[in-house]
């Protein structure tokens, strides 16, 4: 579903991503995992033609990602893309912004984008904020509102850039959780993340980037577990410095923290 060859990114004559090649299947989870600046999130710009990227090629559902494309807007509609900040309309409700791509990109009547757009909310546990507006709701409920803006759209992949990093450390379960259900129901999802509790539960695949590249590349067991890059050990030591999270040891081996 999504095939990345060689592909290369700059900012400034500073390389970003140096010859990253992974595809995704469909269905499959895959997690990438690795420290701030390593390219992952430009990688995911990158899928969605948000930034061009200068050698290599980009496919998803067998066309290639180019900006001035003349289908990529159509592409756009096949892989929705879930962001760090909700980017939600402040002045729409929770219902209004997951109808707005139904009506006006895929010009739905209005009745039916309302239709499934509650059934959406519902779906994410907010089926009593229809009528909310953003700063009515908690950080944790503007991201379920900005997973279903992203389903509303029947997208065949979705994109995660961090889509937890900016909430409150209560808060960031009910996202998993609504991920969790999208992992069960066969949603093909690439999913930048520093939950490593979660990769491990839900990844078919965890991918660690470093400085561009990526380093270490298997099952969520192996890489989180019996990682073999001393770079990636590092980095799962220093995640577990941060986070009390319990399902991989300061030697990325799984178990309680030391």
Same mark, same amino acid.
């Given at each position: 579903?999504?095939?990345?060859?060689?592909?290369?990114?700059?900012?400034?004559?500073?390389? =970003?991503?140096?010859?990253?090649?992974?595809?995704?299947?469909? #269905? +499959?989870?895959?997690?990438?995992? #690795? %420290?701030?600046?390593?390219?992952?999130? !430009?990688?995911?710009?990158?899928?969605?033609?948000?930034?061009?990227?200068?050698? #290599?090629?980009?496919?998803?559902?067998? +066309?290639?990602?180019?900006?001035?494309?003349?289908?990529?807007?159509?592409?756009?509609?096949?892989?929705?893309?879930?962001?760090?900040?909700?980017?939600?309309?402040?002045?729409?409700?929770?219902?209004?912004?997951?109808?707005?791509?139904? =009506?006006?990109?895929?010009?739905? %009547?209005?009745?039916?984008?309302?239709?499934?757009?509650?059934?959406?909310?519902?779906?994410?546990?907010?089926?009593?904020?229809?009528? %909310?507006?953003?700063?009515?709701?908690?950080?944790?409920?503007?991201?379920?509102?900005?997973?279903?803006?992203?389903?509303?759209?029947?997208?065949?992949?979705?994109?995660?850039?961090?889509?937890?990093?900016?909430?409150?450390? +209560?808060?960031?379960?009910?996202?998993?959780?609504?991920?969790? !259900?999208?992992?069960?129901?066969?949603? &093909?999802?690439?999913?930048?993340?520093?939950?490593?509790?979660?990769?491990?539960?839900?990844?078919?695949?965890?991918?660690?980037?470093?400085?561009?590249?990526?380093? +270490?590349?298997?099952? %969520?067991?192996?890489?989180?577990?019996?990682?073999?890059?001393?770079? &990636?050990?590092?980095?799962?030591?220093?995640?577990?410095?941060?986070?009390?999270?319990?399902?991989?040891?300061?030697?990325?081996?799984?178990?309680?923290?030391?």
């Amino acid at each position: 579903m999504i095939e990345i060859t060689n592909v290369h990114k700059s900012f400034g004559g500073v390389p =970003v991503l140096q010859g990253v090649s992974l595809n995704v299947r469909q #269905g +499959e989870v895959v997690c990438l995992i #690795g %420290a701030s600046g390593s390219g992952k999130s !430009t990688l995911l710009r990158c899928i969605n033609a948000l930034e061009s990227y200068d050698e #290599g090629e980009i496919r998803l559902l067998g +066309e290639r990602v180019e900006q001035r494309a003349r289908h990529i807007n159509q592409l756009r509609t096949q892989v929705g893309m879930v962001f760090q900040r909700f980017n939600l309309f402040p002045h729409r409700t929770a219902l209004e912004n997951v109808m707005e791509g139904p =009506v006006h990109v895929k010009r739905l %009547a209005r009745a039916d984008a309302q239709r499934e757009a509650s059934e959406l909310l519902d779906k994410v546990g907010l089926g009593h904020k229809l009528h %909310a507006y953003p700063h009515q709701l908690s950080g944790g409920q503007q991201q379920r509102v900005a997973i279903a803006r992203s389903l509303a759209m029947k997208p065949k992949a979705i994109l995660f850039d961090e889509p937890t990093s900016a909430l409150d450390p +209560e808060l960031v379960g009910e996202v998993l959780n609504v991920m969790r !259900t999208l992992a069960r129901e066969g949603m &093909t999802m690439l999913v930048v993340t520093h939950e490593m509790g979660f990769a491990r539960e839900v990844a078919d695949r965890v991918c660690f980037l470093h400085a561009g590249l990526i380093i +270490e590349e298997g099952t %969520a067991q192996q890489v989180l577990g019996s990682p073999r890059e001393p770079r &990636t050990r590092e980095f799962l030591r220093h995640v577990l410095t941060h986070r009390s999270d319990t399902q991989v040891s300061p030697d990325g081996i799984a178990g309680a923290a030391a």
